[in-house]
Nanobody
Framework: EVQLVESGGGLVQPGGSLRLSCVVS????????MTWVRQAPGKGPEWVST????????YYADSVKGRFTISRDNAKNTLYLQMNSLKPEDTAVYYC?????????WGQGTQVTVSS
């Protein structure tokens, strides 16, 4: 059974930081490109960042470039998203998935709320 379990979200003030984690089981993590997607209240999904299977190539949405860093630990089957200089518009539920995303790989997500 494939499982992707996101964690690390929470309430943070503008300008603060959070580190999200996504622990993967049920498929060979090290062979897959991985991605983070977020969905804000009342809006559709927004692609955030993608990392290749080896971790050496990363891609970011313009809205997060320079503030967020995607990384992975293939030995731990874990994907990360370091989020710095958070803004209220970063408020969303954050999900990890393979790239391209698969419908059967969505987890429960982790809520990030940026507010003073």
């Amino acid at each position: 059974e494939v499982q992707l379990v996101e964690s690390g979200g929470g309430l943070v003030q503008p300008g603060g930081s959070l580190r999200l984690s996504c622990v993967v089981s049920g498929f060979t993590f090290r062979r897959y490109d991985m991605t983070w997607v977020r969905q804000a209240p009342g809006k559709g999904p927004e692609w955030v960042s993608t990392i290749n299977s080896g971790g050496g190539t990363t891609y970011y949405a313009d809205s997060v470039k320079g503030r967020f860093t995607i990384s992975r630990d293939n030995a731990k089957n874990t994907l990360y998203l370091q989020m710095n200089s958070l803004k209220p518009e970063d408020t969303a539920v954050y999900y990890c998935n393979g790239w391209p995303p698969r419908d059967d790989y969505w987890g429960q997500g982790t809520q990030v709320t940026v507010s003073s």
